[in-house]
């Protein structure tokens, strides 16, 4: 009767474990859902897409009535033999990669001078700057939109290459004087004892160690301004624009939309940053949680 | 500047002239960028939103002091009072499903078996994607007349458009992008408890109720809310997905803060001024929230940074 103490009614450990791993099946099915129907969408013919009920077995025919569509690459031609799309597509490439060396430059930079050199206000200085990662991106686009058309950014990959890199930049700053921190200056000291100059100490003896940080903060720095959509839609429309932006205006106003192109330029754009979160899952998962959860 | 190479100089404390200029060479050049691109931005367009500027009309601008802000904030029936409430009914309704969600399944990943790491890392897929994307593959899904959603659920309901079903749209692709946010955190959480406390339960013969609800939850606590304050501070500017998935119409279930300044301040022909104003009151509350996450997460990391002698 006493409920603070171990009854007879609970399940025990061997029984618990299979209704676990079938709740944990249903949630990793129904997550991955979304993904696995546009990869599917993304082979279909335009008539398989607008079918009741949805179609989403591959096969050779679409028999009436059946979840059978059939199974073409022609979407994914279609869109590699675009020219503007593949445009964009390095756009992206380019925007994000470039932000994100920027960013992880300048802000180790950054964080080692906050790290070694601590100075009155430099705690609020950070805090600072980190906040500046969070501010809604679209109460800063009006003021920025204006400033870039004087200074002729305005839709080029430079003006948001530069805009990234701030926006990273920040976060960088602060991962990377977490992460110094936690070097032993005693190690610099040394080299420098033995007649190195700083920059030789920072490069020889810092940089290793920090280099679980540098990933972390890279990792985190490549997926945001790679899926980055506020700014790129704003700041840009003809020439710079990437491909979140581009992906959207697939749909367009269409009454026909065209799903399976749209769903195909999606997959495109979706396995490389997938794989890339995957196989740096660790680095990834410190980063997104500022460093909360070690990975 | 020509002690940066020297290799003497820095034995002599803290002030001297080299480490100093280390520093600043060090942190100047971030500094300079976030001052051109974010507080310069923010500070010219602090000075707009107390004027009538127009930058499609060509005259100078009339200051008009609290104006802008007067008009935001005394309509209450204005579409600003309500694109602030349903961005806080989002923050709930959001937020709290991603907290259940993700730490229910925390709960079960917490056993171990082979191939954990792997199958947690494959649950953290949805949030590598891109909001923009999937958000535009949500509405394949949310289509009235083909989409898998409505079939799947045997119903034949709208779910763009202006019904309040579009809410629920912008809710469930996020709650489906960023439970596996709060998964992470929970196991984090979960992680961090000592197994002796479980040691000591199980000796005491406690019941399962009773080590969830004095161990697992007290304990796992801090870290899920770090990561309530990270969800609630990031959907309170939530952009993407609403945009994506409904426009920038006013008046839409979907019109937050965000969405609704994209529609003003690049709407056209309108004065800056009051778009500005808004940006700011929206700047004004992200960055209440962004101070009370920073805290906390220095909090929970349970280190001090600064302050610490080298």
Redesign the interface.
């Known amino acids: 009767m006493n409920?603070?103490?171990?009854?007879q009614g609970?399940l025990s450990e061997s029984k618990a474990?299979p209704v676990?791993?079938l709740?944990?099946a249903a949630?990793?099915m129904i997550?991955?859902a979304?993904?696995a129907?546009?990869l599917l969408?993304a082979c279909k013919v335009p008539a398989d897409?607008?079918?009741?009920?949805?179609r989403?077995l591959p096969g050779l025919s679409a028999p009436e009535d059946s979840f059978w569509f059939r199974f073409t690459l022609a979407n994914f031609q279609r869109v590699l033999a675009d020219a503007q799309t593949l445009r964009y597509f390095f756009n992206s490439v380019f925007i994000s990669v470039c932000s994100t060396a920027l960013s992880v430059a300048?802000?180790s930079?950054?964080g080692?001078?906050?790290?070694?050199?601590?100075?009155r206000g430099?705690?609020d200085a950070?805090?600072f700057?980190?906040?500046?990662r969070?501010?809604?991106?679209?109460?800063?686009?009006?003021?920025?939109?204006?400033?870039y058309?004087r200074l002729g950014l305005l839709d080029t990959r430079f003006g948001l290459i530069?805009?990234y890199?701030?926006f990273n930049?920040?976060f960088a700053?602060w991962m990377m004087?977490?992460f110094i921190?936690g070097i032993p200056?005693a190690y610099e000291?040394a080299a420098?004892?033995d007649?190195?100059?700083?920059?030789e100490a920072m490069r020889r003896v810092v940089l290793p160690q920090a280099m679980p940080g540098i990933a972390a903060t890279a990792v985190f720095s490549l997926?945001s301004s790679?899926?980055e959509?506020?700014f790129a839609?704003?700041l840009t429309s003809t020439d710079a624009v990437t491909?979140?932006?581009r992906?959207?205006a697939?749909?367009g106003d269409n009454s026909a939309?065209p799903?399976g192109p749209?769903?195909a330029a999606?997959t495109l754009?979706?396995l490389p940053?997938?794989f890339f979160?995957?196989a740096m899952?660790k680095h990834?998962?410190r980063g997104?949680?500022?460093?909360?959860?070690?990975g | 500047m020509s002690g940066f190479n020297s290799p003497s100089g820095r034995r002599d404390g803290r002030g001297s002239f080299s480490d100093r200029a280390v520093r600043n060479l060090c942190i100047l050049p971030a500094l300079a960028l976030l001052i051109a691109f974010n507080v310069f931005p923010l500070l010219a367009s602090l000075g707009v939103s107390f004027t009538d500027f127009n930058p499609i009309i060509d005259t100078a601008p009339r200051f008009t002091g609290m104006e802008n802000y007067l008009s935001l904030v005394n309509s209450p029936r204005d579409e600003v009072w309500r694109s602030f409430s349903r961005t806080g009914a989002l923050v709930l309704v959001t937020v709290g499903l991603e907290t259940a969600i993700g730490f229910g399944v925390a709960l079960l990943l917490r056993s171990r078996f082979r191939g954990r790491g792997l199958f947690t890392a494959i649950l953290l897929i949805p949030m590598m994607l891109s909001p923009a994307v999937m958000g535009s593959f949500w509405r394949y899904l949310f289509n009235a007349d083909y989409g898998a959603l409505n079939w799947l659920l045997d119903a034949r309901w709208n779910w763009d458009g202006s019904r309040a079903l579009s809410f629920w749209a912008v809710a469930l692709a996020e709650v489906w992008m960023w439970s596996p946010f709060m998964m992470l955190l929970s196991l984090a959480g979960l992680n961090s408890i000592p197994k002796a406390l479980y040691e000591a339960a199980e000796v005491d013969r406690a019941s399962r109720w009773l080590r969830f609800r004095h161990i697992t939850l007290p304990l796992a606590a801090p870290m899920i809310l770090l990561g309530v304050v990270f969800r609630a501070m990031d959907t309170f500017r939530l952009f993407d997905t609403a945009m994506v998935l409904n426009g920038n119409l006013e008046g839409q279930p979907t019109t937050f803060v965000s969405v609704l300044l994209h529609a003003r301040g690049f709407g056209g022909s309108r004065s800056l001024g009051e778009p500005t104003a808004l940006a700011y009151l929206l700047l004004i509350a992200s960055l209440a929230l962004a101070t009370l996450v920073l805290r906390y997460l220095d909090y929970v990391r349970g280190d001090r940074y600064y302050g610490r002698r080298l």
Do not use: Q
């Open positions: 409920r603070y103490r171990r009854g609970e474990a676990r791993a709740l944990l949630y990793a997550s991955l979304p993904v129907y546009m969408t897409t607008a079918a009741v009920p949805p989403f300048i802000g930079l950054a080692y001078g906050f790290s070694r050199f601590p100075f430099g705690r950070l805090f700057v980190l906040s500046t969070m501010l809604p991106p679209l109460a800063v686009a009006v003021p920025i939109s204006f400033m058309s530069l805009l890199t701030c930049l920040s700053t004087k977490a921190d200056a000291e420098m004892l007649g190195h100059s700083r920059w997926i790679w899926n959509y506020a839609l704003t491909m979140p932006v992906i959207h697939i749909i939309i799903w749209m769903s999606a754009f979706l940053i997938v979160g995957l899952r990834l998962i997104a949680t500022f460093g909360a959860v070690k």
